[in-house]
T-cell receptor, first 110, second 111 residues
Framework: DAKTTQPTSMDCAEGRAANLPCNHSTISGNEYVYWYRQIHSQGPQYIIHGLKNNETNEMASLIITEDRKSSTLILPHATLRDTAVYYCIVRVSGNTPLVFGKGTRLSVIA | SAVISQKPSRDICQRGTSLTIQCQVDSQVTMMFWYRQQPGQSLTLIATANQGSEATYESGFVIDKFPISRPNLTFSTLTVSNMSPEDSSIYLC????????FGSGTRLTVV
């Protein structure tokens, strides 16, 4: 079973920051937080991951709380092309399968 | 990250028939994973395929219905057997080494 809780859906105005929360209160010390998104039933796309420090890449920023029980994915300037389902996944590193929850459907509105 | 070619991209099949989905990876990988995504739902893991051994199936999925082959380290197939309309879904393969990547998916409609 998925170990994360996310809101079912969110809206964001184009050009504004999209902040997607995720609760993972049972996360273990060796589990990472991963974020993926799926655009219109394409294969899921990797966004970012982190263990305990905040992370940033060209797509997004990941803010993990100090107790690691929750995190927030930030898309700094959302565009219409960011409309997708966003999945927060916790897992250990290594070659194990991803377990998907229901995710958050983000709609970016012009 | 690995690049996966998955085919067919879509198919419409008659009930009672079978469809084989292929995934080709551009590098050698130890494990490949197969997922199903039913309409409006999230992805569900069907099985893990290791080269040289039987695939490991998740609860609710059986080999007779979803036989998997893994003849080498770059290729795998998933067959959906004796199809019914309930099998209408998107099927995706994935690899985890070097960063998770997914195939583009096979959209299956059973009529």
């Amino acid at each position: 079973d998925a170990k994360t809780t996310q809101p079912t859906s969110m809206d964001c105005a184009e050009g504004r920051a999209a902040n997607l929360p995720c609760n993972h209160s049972t996360i273990s010390g060796n589990e990472y937080v991963y974020w993926y998104r799926q655009i219109h039933s394409q294969g899921p796309q990797y966004i970012i991951h982190g263990l305990k420090n905040n992370e940033t890449n060209e797509m997004a920023s990941l803010i993990i709380t100090e107790d690691r029980k929750s995190s927030t994915l930030i898309l700094p300037h959302a565009t219409l092309r960011d409309t997708a389902v966003y999945y927060c996944i916790v897992r250990v590193s290594g070659n194990t399968p991803l377990v998907f929850g229901k995710g958050t459907r983000l709609s970016v509105i012009a | 990250s690995a690049v996966i070619s998955q085919k067919p991209s879509r198919d419409i099949c008659q009930r009672g028939t079978s469809l084989t989905i292929q995934c080709q990876v551009d590098s050698q990988v130890t494990m490949m994973f197969w997922y199903r995504q039913q309409p409006g739902q999230s992805l569900t893991l069907i099985a893990t395929a290791n080269q040289g051994s039987e695939a490991t199936y998740e609860s609710g999925f059986v080999i007779d219905k979803f036989p998997i082959s893994r003849p080498n380290l770059t290729f795998s197939t998933l067959t959906v057997s004796n199809m019914s309309p309930e099998d209408s879904s998107i099927y995706l393969c994935s690899v985890g080494e070097g960063g998770y990547t997914f195939g583009s998916g096979t959209r299956l409609t059973v009529v």
